[in-house]
């Protein structure tokens, strides 16, 4: 039971790191690529990347605060495998809750 407590306070920065950056490509992305578009300071091969650099520092600003302050509470493992893992298990939270709240919306 402790090794699971662990593990899973391991992954929720990163869980959370991968909802806010799935969030900001789902939302905001389009808008900062007319914003980018308007100024032509960027083409279309630097849009994505500007867009993606934004998105994560974002995420990881967020997520890094959060990480602190569990570190400062409970145990935690620092691995790139569970990074990952809570990348990849945000990223896919945030395309259900997506796809569910879009089905919701066709029928109403």
Same mark, same amino acid.
């Given at each position: 039971m402790q090794l699971y407590r662990v593990?899973?306070?391991?992954?929720?920065?990163?869980?959370?790191?991968?909802i806010i950056d799935a969030l900001n490509f789902l939302?905001?992305?389009?808008?900062?690529t007319?914003?980018?578009?308007?100024?032509g300071f960027f083409?279309?091969?630097t849009i994505p990347l500007i867009n993606g650099g $934004?998105?994560?520092? !974002?995420?990881?600003f967020i997520s890094s605060f959060i990480d602190s302050r &569990?570190?400062?509470? #409970?145990?935690v493992i620092k691995h790139p495998f569970l990074d990952?893992?809570?990348? $990849?298990?945000?990223? !896919?939270?945030?395309?259900?809750l997506y796809k569910f709240w879009?089905? &919701?919306?066709?029928? #109403?």
């Open positions: 593990l899973l306070t391991s992954i929720i920065a990163t869980v959370i790191f991968g939302f905001i992305e389009e808008k900062l007319n914003f980018w578009k308007k100024t083409d279309v091969e $934004i998105s994560a520092s !974002i995420a990881l &569990i570190h400062m509470h #409970f145990n990952s893992m809570g990348i $990849i298990t945000g990223t !896919i939270l945030v395309i259900f879009n089905d &919701i919306k066709r029928y #109403f």
